[in-house]
């Protein structure tokens, strides 16, 4: 009779330790709706973040909205966007539109559609006519600062890469580029062309070394392998690199 409830007491205790562990605790705060909703009586208070909290990138000074980037663009360019009021004097900023390999092809600016003397956010429209150069595929918009004072340490630019063509390949920035710089989302620069390896990186012959070139010009590291045997990647190997290619670099002087 003893060892009968001893047997039905141990049951007892596994059935509620297994109920406790399926169900979990019952005294915390649950994520529903986008809302923290008490559970039970919960010994601390409600969190105050980390439900429904949207995750934004940062926004740099200057902001585009039309056209966006590697857009295919016609001859007059609509362009819209923010930018904070000081890239602007007397509410205007210039745009150059370039070839990709950085020669000119206008120059024009686009305006401020509200009060810009401010730090703050100012909307600007404005739009681009030119003739397209024969043969030219992609172009890059440049945004500079309008310091007026021509002093060295207020100039700064922005750069938002279009095409010309549907058969013309994407062009990214390094700051883009910059973005990509995790296992699971990895891009680099081989030479002038932007790679994303991300389906590459569980069977790279080097294992996780090539981790080392996410979100960066990785052409030092694959000429050199400062992890492996020191020597350059095989013919093979640069091959096989071509798979991974999107497109190319921007490089403006």
Known sequence: M?????????????????????????DRWLCEDGQWVKHGEPSTPAPTTGCGDEITEPEGDVVITSPMPNEIVSETIIIEGKAKGTWFFEATMPVDLLTSDGSEIVQGFVEATSDWMTEEYVPFKGELKFV??????????????ANAAGLPQFDDSFEVPVRFSEDAPMSYSLDELALHNTEQDCWLVLGDKVYDVTKFISSHPGGKAILEGCGKD???????????????????????S??????????VE
């Open 242 to 251: 071509e798979d991974y290619i999107i497109g190319d670099l921007i490089k």
């Open 218 to 240: 990785a052409t030092e590291l694959f000429e050199t392998r400062p992890m492996g045997s020191g020597a350059p990647h095989s013919e093979n190997a640069r091959k096989i």
């Open 2 to 26: 003893f060892k009968r409830i001893i047997f039905l007491l141990i049951v007892i205790a596994i059935i509620i330790v297994g109920v406790f562990l399926v169900r979990g605790s019952e």
């Open 132 to 145: 397209l150069p024969e043969g030219v595929e992609k172009g890059i918009l440049v945004f500079k600062t």
